[in-house]
């Protein structure tokens, strides 16, 4: 990683390399931690945030399902952010807000620690996006069932659920493949590792719901308005692994992915074995929302 710029902790700017935190932070011990991964777009009109106010909104909830009690308001946060990344002077970067129980006690309950908070941001690279950019990733259905909301708080955005999920991402690339697919205490498909999915089949696109133990995307979201608002529907159902198989098309969604064609599942090539027209045209029109070339989205951009 390239350090640039300068890393916000508690309300000040501090040097990239100084961002640092005592090795008993009760985080780092028992993944007590909310997040967000959020994309600043280089858009013709200079650099823009995408869907910073969702994201932001979507950290505090995250931190209230874990009786996080936040030392500073959405708006603060909010600002916090768009300072970041200015002294980042980067055009183009992830950026990384994240609370979580810091250095005080250490023990199995955290709500005797305050609640700590860091916003970083660095150079986007397709890096691992970049299969099913091109040629389509290939992806395993894991091993390792997605776990849900009968353990755990399956709307946050927590770092305890991630454990689960890089369990399956290493036991793919392992194996050789891209991603993985995983699927939830019932058989269902739930997500990739990182990602929402979506099947098409005889022209309908369809998507896990909420209650299959997915985290409500805010790229998922996205993609499901692109789609309304240019004539089409979205159909949330539950989805059998073997409807993978059979699909004409499958497409992930999220931060890092944006839209991200997937050609080979197992043992099954997806339709033609190349990324299918609607995922095609999915990808553009993302692309063009995201640069500002769609005035109908013109307000998920907040340019910096």
């Known amino acids: 990683m390239k350090e640039v710029g300068k890393i916000w902790m508690n309300g000040k700017l501090v040097p990239f390399k100084d961002a640092k935190v005592h090795v008993l932070t009760h985080a780092l011990h028992y993944s007590t931690a909310v997040f967000e991964g959020i994309r600043c777009y280089k858009t013709p009109k200079g650099s823009a945030i995408f869907r910073l106010p969702e994201h932001v909104e979507r950290l505090f909830n995250s931190a209230k399902m874990y009786s996080m009690k936040m030392q500073y308001s959405e708006k603060q946060i909010t600002d916090a952010i768009v300072k970041t990344v200015k002294a980042s002077t980067l055009k183009e970067c992830y950026i990384r807000p994240i609370a979580y129980y810091g250095y005080g006690k250490l023990g199995l309950t955290p709500t005797q620690n305050k609640v700590d908070m860091a916003i970083a941001c660095w150079e986007w690279k397709m890096g691992e ?176």
């Not at 692994?241 to 080979?264: C, H, N």
């Not at 197992?266 to 027209?277: E, L, M």
């Not at 553009?284 to 951009?301: H, P, Q, Y």
């Open 129 to 304: 996006s970049k299969a099913g950019k091109v040629s389509g990733a290939r992806c395993k259905v894991s091993s390792w069932i997605r776990i849900d909301s009968t353990s755990q708080p399956m709307k946050a955005k927590a770092a305890s659920n991630y454990s689960n999920a890089a369990l399956a991402r290493v036991e793919a690339l392992e194996e050789g493949y891209d991603e993985a697919i995983m699927l939830n205490s019932e058989g269902k498909i739930a997500e990739g590792s990182a990602e929402n999915i979506f099947v098409v089949k005889d022209e309908q696109i369809l998507t896990p719901p909420p209650t299959s133990g997915i985290l409500e995307g805010i790229t998922r979201d996205s993609v499901i308005q692109i789609i309304e608002q240019n004539g089409g529907t979205v159909t949330e159902t539950n989805l059998d692994r073997e409807d993978l198989y059979i699909a004409d098309e499958v497409f992930m969604t999220g931060t890092a992915a944006e839209v991200k064609s997937v050609t080979r599942i197992d043992h099954a090539t997806i339709g033609n074995g190349k990324p299918g027209v609607i995922t095609k045209a999915l990808q553009k029109a993302f692309t063009d929302v995201a640069m500002g070339r769609d005035e109908r989205f013109i307000s998920w951009l907040k340019y910096v």
